[in-house]
């Protein structure tokens, strides 16, 4: 069964940093699809940032978070993480870690971020 762990959420005040990881259970390479999602209370899930691992275009960052988060892949292949800087308000959400492929798709349960002051 595939599993995808995140870690590394929590408090932090507007301007600060985190660094979310997402430990998986299988090569996320192998999967063409890895992204960043995150659900705010009572709005839907979004794409945050993505990685196409067909090797054809940069990473996809969604203009809310572009200039400040940075989605990477880990050296081993198991991982994936989102670095998250100058932090705002209105980036308090769950964030939750997806790898797909046409026929499989897979979430994490989730992690939470809240900044507030």
């Known amino acids: 069964q595939v599993q995808l762990v995140e870690s590394g959420g929590g408090s932090v005040q507007p301007g600060g940093s985190l660094r979310l990881s997402c430990a998986a259970s299988?090569?996320?390479?192998?999967?063409?699809?890895v992204a960043w999602y995150r659900q705010a209370p009572g709005k839907q899930r979004e794409l945050v940032a993505a990685?196409?691992?067909?090797?054809?275009?940069?990473?996809a960052i969604v203009d809310s978070v572009k200039g400040r988060f940075t989605i990477s892949r880990g050296n081993g292949d198991h991982a994936m993480y989102l670095q998250m800087a100058r932090l705002k308000p209105e980036d308090t959400a769950v964030y939750y870690c997806?790898?797909?492929?046409?026929?499989?798709?897979?979430w994490g349960q989730g992690t939470q971020v809240t900044v507030s002051s």
């Open positions: 990685i196409y691992n067909s090797g054809y275009g940069n990473p």
């Open positions: 299988i090569n996320i390479t192998s999967f063409p699809f």
């Open positions: 997806h790898i797909s492929s046409p026929d499989y798709a897979y």
